[in-house]
């Protein structure tokens, strides 16, 4: 039996989330490194928004985006990560949908700034995300405290959106928000994270 992939670009959060949520399910895979952003890209071919990660099943179905990814691996590996109980699934995966919006506020403001010419960028658009991300970042802070994780004193799959949220801020922008003066709780957090093999193994790079 082939098998399954995870089509990704080294740089994506939400691919960086999908590697954690298998690696910590101890799902046997293979990393195949695509970048959406080239014009030989063949990720295309597998999702028409042309957008990583795809996870390849053994049987071949492509399947995307992350969130569907992430619910897929979580539904054949007994909610390890979140809960089988739908009022705890609720309250993890809302969690969950926070970071997700830092992630999807950060990729918007590297689209403006990085990839658009300076003269056409929008600075009202750019200071919109920039209120996006610290709010979000504000609010998982203060609901983080002092604990080790996010929901119920484990790991959960808020907890690797979270991870995957701060490591592309510290990628792109740690100039911009400067984590361990602005947000030291989750500074701390993620140097505590870190020490996960499945953390540590799939940290972005350019």
Partial sequence: MNKPKLILSLTSPYARRVRMTALENKIDFEVVVDVPWNEDTGVIKLNP????????????????????????????????????????????KKLEALSEGVMDASLCLFAERRKRPLELQHPWWIDRQFGKVHRGLSQLQDLLGN????????????????????GYVQLRFSEDFLLSQKYPSLFAYYQNQMQKDSVKSTVPIV
Avoid at 65 to 84: P, T
Wanted: aromatic share 10%; proline share 3%; no cysteine.
């Fill in 147 to 166: 604990n080790l994780y996010l929901f119920d004193n484990r790991l959960t799959v808020a907890d690797l959106a979270l991870i995957s949220a701060l």
């Fill in 49 to 92: 928004m042309g957008k990583v990660p795809v996870w390849v099943t053994s049987d071949g179905e492509a399947i995307y985006d992350s969130r569907v990814i992430v619910e897929y691996l979580e539904i054949n590996n007994g909610y390890k990560l979140s809960s089988a109980d739908p009022q705890v699934y609720i309250k993890i």
